[in-house]
Every structure is written in structure tokens, then in C-alpha cells.
């Protein structure tokens, strides 16, 4: 292996609001001989995904926080450059962990191996990567079944729009609010969502009256802050919540006080149950038969915000804040 000189982003300080440019810096580093039971890979496509942004603060969570000066991490997908484990050959396509950087070197166990035949190679990051995983996952936590009526927050997001398009396919209603009307139409016309509204025209509680006078049966939270609380006045007895994420306050240097009306889960029996991906990585096969099925026989549509070059990398996760993505968010690395 000849010495390979790799570009990485790093944390130079943990951001303040909305991350900037200035809390990340390009740098350097040199790989330099394969070991023996290694792998090297060239990464193709990286993810950014919101819940990053937690992990650049400097407090605990269910991850441990990015180290400032330190190379970030996230999904990414790569392919084989050279092994010397015989579990990988070159060429072979790998997802990994091993985000925000060109090169890298890793053992066998922290590889996961795909298929090729599957294109782009970036679905593996979306749709049938661990967003689309997040959306399956959700759906199964809270059991939702034909029939139920569901309202999914940042719908257009990557997790929000394989919900819907999931729960569509599982006979259920379906209701998601977006942040434009670009978004709304994708939404209607592409993921058949039966509704979908833009929640910056007005209360999402009265848009949600409007909609869905009889009320929801599940809440596919991606939002919090206000989603969350018309949500809880929406929902139906014994309806149930999955607490998948709160973008709307990631960015909040302080705590915001909780829904007003949260009293809804005694009076109206509910069930709220958090999400973290990571809890169902055992089931992965079979989540990758199911959906890899449904995108093959064109009943998943696999929506992709992508930002080409490494060095654009931060700007396309504070995008993630400022809804510039319409599904999910990847990087083409060069």
C-alpha cells in the first residue's frame, strides 16, 4: 500500500445556535501501511443528518460528543480499495460509520458489505440506510397498522418521507407538514401523502383541525416545539407518539418549556415511545428485504439532496436547519 494522504473535517469548536463554517476545519491526514486483517476504503458518499449536531456539544447524550480537533464521524459509503481480511476483496461496496473523510482504515466487524446492484450507492444512506431504518423502526415501535390515520413533522425530511411513503403502503392515512410548498407538492405528487400542508402559513393546530376534524391516530414526531403540542391535541384516545427527533430546538443553547397541553397523555390515554435506531440494528436484514422490495417494485420512491465535494460537507449540514433538503441529505465525494 503506497501512502495515502486523506482530506477530513474536524471539529475546530463546538458551534452556538446554528452551527457556521468556523466550528469545522479541512485538514490532513496520512494513512500509511495496511495491516494485516484491515481494510482500506476510498468513501464515495457521506451522510449529514441532524442528530449530529447534538454530538457537538459538549454534554451527554445517548452517543458520546464529537472531541474538538478531531475527525467527525457519521454513515457513509465506500468502496474496497485494497484487504487484507478476507471477509472483503477489492471493489467491494461497504457502509460504515466512517463519515466526513475520504480514506480510511478499518477492521471487518465495522464494515457492513452491499450490493452494488443496488443504484445509486447512496440509497444505502437514505432509504435503505439507517434514516430509512429510522422510519421502519418507528412504525413498528408503535405497531401501525391499515387503517390508522397518521400525521408525520418534517415529512419532507429523509426519515419523515419514507415514514409516510411506509405507512402508505401499510394502508394508513396520511398527513405530513412540510416547510414550503415545493416540499408540500413532493409530499402529494411524489410520496402520495393523502395530506400535506406547509406549517409556516399558519398554527399547525388549526391547519390540522382543518385536515383532520375526526382527529389522528399516531403522531410520527420529527419536529417537537410546536408540532408536538398540536399533535397532542389532535390525537385520537389511546393514541400513541413516536418521539423520533425535535429539530426545531437543536440549535437551543437553553431548554424550551415543554407542550402546554401535555397533559393530553393521561386524559387521552397515550403512548409515547422514543426512538433510537440503534435499538434495532439486530432486525437490519430483514428491514433491508422488506424495503429493498418495495424500492425494486417502485412502490418507495428514494428522494436525494445531493452536495458534491468533501469541502462543502459543513455547508450542507447547517442546511439540514435552514430546509434546504428534500429528502435526504448526502455528500458526492470526488
Not at 159 to 174: H, S, T
Request: aromatic share 8%; net charge neutral.
Amino acid at each position: 500500500m503506497k501512502i495515502i494522504m486523506s482530506r477530513e473535517i474536524r471539529l475546530a469548536s463546538r458551534p452556538e445556535g446554528i452551527p457556521t463554517a468556523a466550528n469545522f476545519t479541512l485538514a490532513e491526514t496520512e494513512l500509511k501501511t495496511l495491516p494485516d486483517q484491515q481494510v482500506l476504503v476510498r468513501n464515495l458518499f457521506m451522510s449529514v443528518d441532524p442528530y449530529m449536531r447534538g454530538r457537538m456539544s459538549d454534554r451527554k447524550s445517548y452517543v458520546p460528543p464529537f472531541e474538538i480537533g478531531k475527525v467527525l464521524d457519521g454513515g457513509a459509503v465506500g468502496e474496497v480499495i485494497e484487504s487484507r481480511a478476507k471477509e472483503f476483496k477489492v471493489g467491494d461496496a461497504v457502509v460504515s460509520n466512517f463519515g466526513w473523510r475520504e480514506y480510511f482504515i478499518a477492521s471487518p466487524k465495522d464494515l457492513h458489505p452491499v450490493s452494488r446492484a443496488v443504484q445509486p450507492l447512496s440509497v444505502y444512506l437514505g432509504a435503505l440506510g439507517m434514516t430509512g431504518m429510522t422510519a421502519w423502526a418507528g412504525l413498528n415501535l408503535v405497531e401501525v397498522k391499515a387503517g390508522d390515520v397518521i400525521y408525520i413533522s418534517g415529512a419532507a425530511g429523509a426519515v419523515g418521507n419514507v415514514a409516510g411513503q411506509l405507512a402508505k403502503i401499510r394502508g394508513c392515512k396520511v398527513i405530513g407538514s412540510a416547510g414550503s410548498m415545493e416540499k408540500v407538492k413532493f409530499l402529494r405528487e411524489e410520496c402520495g401523502f393523502d395530506i400535506a400542508f406547509d406549517y409556516k402559513t399558519g398554527p399547525v393546530v388549526e391547519q390540522l383541525k382543518v385536515e383532520v376534524p375526526d382527529g389522528i391516530d399516531v403522531y410520527f414526531d420529527n419536529v417537537g416545539g410546536e408540532a408536538l403540542e398540536a399533535a397532542l391535541s389532535t390525537l385520537r384516545v389511546h393514541g400513541r407518539i413516536i418521539a423520533c427527533g425535535g429539530i426545531s430546538g437543536y440549535n437551543e443553547e437553553k431548554p424550551r418549556p415543554g407542550p402546554s397541553n401535555l397533559f393530553n397523555i393521561t386524559t387521552k390515554r397515550l403512548t409515547m415511545r422514543g426512538l433510537i435506531v440503534s435499538d434495532s440494528l439486530g432486525r437490519r436484514g430483514e428491514f433491508e428485504k422488506e424495503v429493498s422490495g418495495y424500492l425494486q417494485a417502485g412502490k418507495l420512491k428514494s428522494k436525494e439532496t445531493v452536495v458534491a465535494g468533501l469541502d462543502h460537507a459543513e455547508g450542507a449540514f447547517i442546511g439540514l436547519f435552514k430546509g434546504n433538503n428534500i429528502g435526504k441529505m448526502v455528500v458526492k465525494l470526488d
